[in-house]
């Protein structure tokens, strides 16, 4: 694993009208859902995983908390902005905003592991 030079992230993510809140074929909110923010966090923070792992390594979810505050529409640009928040051995921990017009839409945090490309296919053989 490479050392990492910067410890903040930023990502510009346009909400779709397939990225609205939906279930079953169903809109619940035409706003854009939460499933959607998280794909999209994990997203800014993978970013420092790709710049600190080796050819050998793969970086794997840990986890992802999202306090939801604010819609996001159609159309808006959110931004997403992370930052390094802890780094032990392969572990790297983040915490995000998101806002939209400076209006904070969500915060949180990501979890990942950094592991070797040959360990997780053991993990995910059956």
């Known amino acids: 694993m490479k050392d990492i030079s910067v410890f903040t992230r930023e990502y510009h993510y346009t909400v779709k ?49 999202i306090d939801h505050k604010n819609p996001a529409f159609v159309g808006e640009e959110i931004i997403f902005t992370a930052r390094i928040d802890q780094l032990k051995g392969n572990e790297l921990i983040c915490k995000y905003e998101a806002s939209v017009n400076g209006r904070i839409i969500a915060s949180g945090t990501t979890g990942q592991k950094i592991l070797k490309k040959e360990t997780l296919k053991r993990i995910f053989t059956r």
């Open 17 to 65: 009208p397939q990225d609205v809140a939906a279930f079953h074929g169903e809109v619940v909110h035409p706003v854009c859902s939460t499933y959607v923010l998280a794909r999209e966090v994990e997203w800014t923070t993978r970013l420092f995983v790709l710049e600190i792992m080796d050819d050998d390594e793969e970086g794997i979810g840990t986890h992802v908390s």
